[in-house]
């Protein structure tokens, strides 16, 4: 690392290091630069054709820029390194720009960028509403209110559920949280197969 690498800086920092973007050349901006933007989480080990049709779909719906967001902190996972970092960024380079986050739990992330919507493919709208992965379901809607009180929202991609296709359904969620949620249109995004199929393995 030397003392000019803004993004090696970064990385071995810890985490009270506010979110870093990254640009479409590789290039770190100003968290400034990120403006109001739809972020959509994932590990993108790879990027696949699901993470980029769902890019397409959101910012269709939303009229926003989506910019992918990366945690390099992990639930149940070491944490990435350095050289792990720099090959998952490399699959963005000319095509999208990137947040870098120490943002495991969907609660980090709405706590590190405030007011930003937030997409979701099914699989991890599922996970988002288990009450198995909180310390119960009085946590689990504690983290909902707020994720609503720092502004942000969630537009929620279909699934395979079955072997069939479901789209997100509004007794899905809580009553109280249906305004957090909004789904996307099947007609704009609809893939029949599952995430690890997609990721060929």
Known sequence: MTADDPLAHWIAGDETYPPLIVGRDGTPESSSSLGGVALLP???????????????????QSGLEVVFELSVANVDKPSLDEPEVHRRLQQFHGYS???????PRFLDKARAAPSTLLVLGGDTFARLLDSRYYDGEDAM??????????GCRFLVAGRVQGGAFRAMRADDVPAEFAGLFEPIDEARFRIDISSTELRGG
């Open 141 to 150: 809607h504690r983290a909902l209110r707020e994720i609503a009180g720092l």
């Open 97 to 103: 720009r990137v947040m870098l986050t120490r943002a």
């Open 42 to 60: 994932g590990s993108f080990n790879p990027l696949h054709a699901g993470h980029r049709g769902l890019a397409a779909a959101a910012e269709l």
